[in-house]
């Protein structure tokens, strides 16, 4: 069962501005991961189930982050139906992030109060996921889009929350343009959590890349 609210969940997403993205079958390594995060200054993490058995290492992060990290909200991206979605809340996931917008997804988390993030591409499907009861919608692929189609969006839809995933780093000028366009929060993946941190453990880097680049979300908004 989630412990954070749909509200409270959108709350520290605006409030970050930042939610790492990552995945990896090595629980240890997950763990260290997450901490590193954690360190940094991050808040929320989205863990992107895209391998066998990819439940069974979230629910062991989801215990370490609660047991460990206090006030550290853990999500679920990549979910494509909603016995996907129940089985991750069930497993104590707070937010459930999809590539596409999926109605079925939709009825799942609201009957639990929990948010969902779908995947959109035009102004229809976010109008359609606000409808639903989409607190913030995510921009995917973002960089197919960029920030002026965020500015576009804004402009006959000012109360629309977007989260942009995919062509975001960890740089002020790339970061400058997202939020100077009027995203709400960014999801951030292999950009921030890249392979040769993970190949090197270098969680001292990651840690230290999480606070940099949350420092210039924090200058930029």
């Known amino acids: 069962m989630a412990q ?67 006030g550290m909200i853990m999500g679920v991206g990549s979910i494509t139906d909603a016995a996907a979605a129940s089985l991750y809340m069930s497993l104590g996931a707070n937010f459930i992030v999809t590539p596409v917008l999926r109605e079925d997804i939709a009825i799942v988390c609201n009957r639990r109060k929990v948010l969902w993030s779908p995947g959109c591409g035009s102004l229809t499907e976010i109008a359609r996921a606000e409808e639903l009861g989409c607190e913030i919608v995510k921009l995917f692929p973002g960089d197919l889009y960029g920030p002026n189609f965020v500015k576009g969006i804004k402009g006959p839809s000012p109360w629309t929350s977007i989260m942009p995933t995919g062509g975001v780093s960890p740089d002020k000028e790339n970061l400058s343009g997202w939020f100077n366009a009027g995203v709400t929060c960014v999801g951030m993946g292999s950009k921030l959590i890249s392979k040769e941190i993970l190949q090197n453990k270098d969680y001292a880097k990651l840690t230290k890349d999480v606070k940099a680049a949350l420092d210039i979300i924090k200058a930029v908004k």
């Open 4 to 70: 954070y609210s749909r509200i409270e969940v959108a709350t520290v997403m605006k409030e970050t501005g930042m939610v790492p993205l990552f995945y990896n079958s090595d629980i240890a390594l997950g763990k260290e991961v997450l901490k590193a995060c954690y360190d940094g200054g991050a808040r929320l993490l989205e863990f992107t189930a895209r391998g066998d058995f990819a439940h069974e290492v979230f629910a062991e992060l989801t215990k370490y982050a609660i047991k460990e990290l206090p």
